[in-house]
């Protein structure tokens, strides 16, 4: 078996799946490494679905990996018989003068994407499974939708394998040597050497990362909760397409059923909340987690049964300014960082893949240097989804 290849990706998450796919279709020889089985839920990726949508209030910056991602899921999507992005159309839900509701409406038109404002009266007619009060309005945006993660992630490593990707599950490797000539890394047994390096492990990266980066950022966890729809309730993309919601106390969002009827993901936005480590977190949720989440659903979805039929917690990786880290590791010229997602990442990973693969063979554009990681970091700014 090679042991010698262009490039290596450690981690085949979101990032990693995507940059090892169009790396190999690039005809590079590449290896991946993945420390659990392809698809796992154990990371940043589980629970069924991602939301995607163009338009992001975190800054106008993302507008063109938004774009090239939405092109680069059309792609992958030529090589799986199951839908991976569904383009449902999407919900904003608040008060019109709520400044997040402001800030979506201008990060819309930034991104050339064009809502539809519908009054309580317009969302009873059309979207009933949504209880609104009577100053609250709805904006609805045609492209927006969601993605079957877990699917996502297995049909781009079995592309890079089709396309002759050496993969190795159950391999958790680290780097043990890195200078001009390449990098070595191993898995405590075996030795691989590779050209360059993409480092896409997600919230396992505090031990790639210098020190510095590694005060500056760190694992967070992130709830979603599945509800069971009362008899003679809707909850079909066509009636329930995906939203996000605006409460007093921060944000719901969610996805439409996919089983049928039988369970919706309605799930809290916001910050995550803080983790002991990326091995041994909390993967259930609390008590507490658990009624808030009642009391929101008993109030804004009434065809819903109020107590969760499943509720569970994965984890993802954030930077202090909650931009992510794409670009080479300071001082180095062969270990490239795209890690850092924050929670909103997903969308945007076919498109974070082609920008790292075109990075590590030495195409750089500008647009993308925001993301850098030798960038001075502040601190986080803004709500990002
Ligand atoms: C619950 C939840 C809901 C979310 N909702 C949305 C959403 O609606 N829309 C959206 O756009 N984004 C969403 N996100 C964010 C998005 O899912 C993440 O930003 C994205 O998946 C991060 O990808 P990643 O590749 O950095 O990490 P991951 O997908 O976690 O991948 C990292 C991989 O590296 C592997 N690994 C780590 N260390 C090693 C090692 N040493 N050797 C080998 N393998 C290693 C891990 O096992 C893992 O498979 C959500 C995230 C969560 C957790």
């Known amino acids: 078996m090679r042991t010698e290849f262009d490039v290596a990706v450690i981690g085949l998450g979101a990032m990693g799946s995507m940059a090892l796919w169009q790396l190999a279709e690039d005809g590079l020889d590449v290896v991946g490494f993945e420390q659990f089985g392809i698809g796992h839920d154990r990371g940043a990726v589980g629970g069924e679905t991602r939301l995607f949508r163009r338009m992001q209030t975190s800054g106008p910056e993302y507008t063109p990996v938004i774009k090239l991602a939405h092109a680069r899921w059309e792609r992958l999507q030529e090589f799986s018989d199951i839908q991976i992005l569904t383009e449902t159309g999407g919900l904003m839900i608040g008060r019109s003068e709520d400044s997040r509701m402001v800030a979506a409406r201008v990060a819309s038109e930034k991104a050339g994407v064009e809502v539809e404002y519908l009054s309580q009266l317009d969302m009873e007619n059309r979207f009933p499974e949504h209880q609104l009060d009577h100053d609250e309005i709805g904006m609805f945006d045609a492209t927006q939708g969601y993605i079957r993660c877990e699917q996502a992630v297995l049909t781009a490593v079995a592309r890079a394998k089709a396309l002759g990707a050496q993969i190795h599950d159950y391999s958790k490797v680290s780097i043990q040597h890195a200078s001009v000539d390449g990098v070595v890394m191993t898995d405590g047994e075996n030795e691989w050497t590779a050209k360059k390096v993409i480092v896409t492990t997600g919230s396992w990266s505090g031990e790639h990362l210098t020190p510095e980066l590694r005060t500056k950022s760190r694992a967070g966890r992130i709830k979603l909760t599945w509800f069971s ?157």
């Open 229 to 385: 729809p009362l008899p003679g309730h809707d909850f079909s993309a066509e009636s329930f397409p995906v939203f996000q919601r605006l409460v007093a106390d921060g944000t719901l969002y969610g996805a439409p059923s996919l089983d049928g009827g039988g369970s919706v993901k309605i799930a809290p936005g916001g910050a995550p909340t803080q983790m002991t480590g990326p091995d041994d977190y909390f993967r259930g949720q609390t008590v507490e987690e658990i009624q808030y989440m009642e009391r929101h659903v008993a109030r804004y979805f009434p065809g819903l049964n109020k107590s969760p039929i499943r509720a569970g917690a994965w984890a993802d990786f954030y930077v202090d300014d909650w931009i992510p880290f794409l670009g080479f590791l300071p001082r180095s010229e062969n270990i490239l960082l795209a890690n850092g997602f924050a929670g909103f990442g997903f969308k945007m990973c076919p498109g974070i893949g082609r920008i790292a693969a075109d990075m590590v063979q030495g195409k750089n554009d500008r647009q993308f240097q925001f993301m850098e990681p030798s960038r001075s970091i502040g601190t986080h700014a803004g709500k990002a989804r």
